[in-house]
């Protein structure tokens, strides 16, 4: 059944992800190869572990691949692409805060935009472990590949490298060195990150539980909530006394704004509404125009 898994994993009284409408699923399949191209996103997701969910439109959902370390723009740098349960189109523009259970964590909006198979027949793709296609999002872009290393297209569970596939970049004009992980790390959608998405929504979610314990992934977190909790205190009335870090009490905007980042942070936090900062991309809505160049100095791909 379609997006059985999805909805067999979550608790939708307890999550606020989309639980995923089959009518919609339906329209949307109908709607096939639009002229406009196919949905895609990727989502970073703080959990028990950072990743990155790659999520291209197919059929009316999402098949989504996580990817542990992120797209890379160097076709040598190949990328681990676990594949997991199909996902509603809803989620394309899901970013939020999963308090608990599956997933739980903070999901923030990447990127987003169109797919372009560079295959006649994607079942057939997807079924041999080849798919080829063009991304055009706000930073991913050019062509691709998604390979599989083990196992079978759409076996359930299988364990092992059942599900594994590499994500890895075609050589084009957009293919670069940069890390884009690094070198664009916010949200396309608000703009904002980790902590600005967790204090825009429940940022004492997690004072005991947190999703990530120990390790990168634990310390990330525990440095999110903290500066979540700042921002938080920085835009009214006073923290509550039980507020999650304990940073949070003494905390003051003027405390936040000891660097360059944290001054912008701070006046963005006064204005009420986060805005980018210097090293995130900007929203081009409805310009095909990049934002993001894997080089400057290269033209967009004319063959
Ligand atoms: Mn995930």
Known sequence: MVLEKYKQKRNFHATPEPAGDLEVAAARAKKGKAAEGLFFCVQKHLASHLHYDFRLEYKGVLLSWAVPKGPSLDPKTKRLAMHVEDHPIEYGTFEGVIPEGYGAGIVMLWDQGTWTPEVEDVDAALKKGDLKFTLDGFKLKGSWVLVRTGGRWGSSSGGGDARSWLLIKHRDDWAGDVDITEFAPLSVKSQGNFEDILAADRPDVWKSNR???????????ATIIERAARLKAGKGPAAPAD???????????????????????????????????ARNVKRPATTKKPSVRASATRSRKSS
Not at 259 to 267: E, F, H, L, N, V
């Open 243 to 277: 507020s999650p870090a304990t940073t949070a009490k003494t905390a003051t905007p003027k405390a936040a704004a000891t660097t360059r980042a944290g001054k912008a942070k701070a006046a963005s936090v006064k204005a009420g509404r986060a805005k980018p900062a």
């Open 211 to 221: 999703p990530a314990k120990g390790g990168e992934a634990g310390a990330m977190l």
